[in-house]
């Protein structure tokens, strides 16, 4: 009996380590898995972004007389402490937070809509806007940046979090490598791309990693504040089941096998 309750115990354990090894898999890991059949043709061209509500811009008029742009140009003082004293260093550019229905306030000109321009065409705009206010000869140049550009990535990445991009540019692989890039455990062929559009709509898009077609794809470049997310896959879902659990199963197995020894002896 003895050696009986030994093979029932050493077949528990071998059961137990053959659930857990059976639930990994390689499948689907690699990106691109058909690069070579990909037509990228329609993917040869440059992404422009598009100026959006919530977003700051830093915008800056050059001209061959710097008294003709200065008013253009608002500033703001930025405080430090130098001796211990509060004091000011050299101003920094005043920053437009674009509203809800894409218009900034802008010095002289008044409000500007600029919601839905790329960069060059809200320059274009702007140095049309402020020329009736400068001479001919000033020849005014106009620069907008984004700031604050930002985009979150979640799920099962090695580094989930937000980050600011510096560039107003960033396809959804540079975003997922901000992010450590996703875990053994991330699902590659569905990963959520969450985007809200200049009204307020939200909508859900699926990327298939795999698919080198990707790169062909509306959703290859990322907006301003979208979410990236890339939900676990079964293994990871198991996995985390049986972490949870295995000290319970562990001692549900020591009890069975103390209370089929116990019977034996009293029943023997």
Known sequence: MRSYQKNSFYILIVAFVTFLSSCGSTKDVAYFQNSKDVDLTASQMLYDARIMPK???TITVSATNDLAAAPFNMTVPTPYTANQRSTYSQAMLQTYLVDNDGKINFPIVGELHVGGLTKSEAENMIREKILPFMSE???????????????????EVNR?????????????????????DLTIYGVRNNVQLIREDANGKKSIHFLNLNDANIINSPYYYMQQNDVLYVTPNKVKAQNSSVGSMTTLWFSATSILISLTSLLYNILR
């Open 55 to 57: 977003d700051q811009l």
């Open 137 to 155: 000869a000033e020849n005014p140049i106009v620069t907008v940046r984004m700031t604050g550009y930002q985009i979150s990535v979640l799920g």
């Open 160 to 180: 989930p979090g937000t980050f600011t991009v510096s560039r107003e540019k960033i396809t959804v692989l540079e975003a997922l490598a901000q992010a450590g």
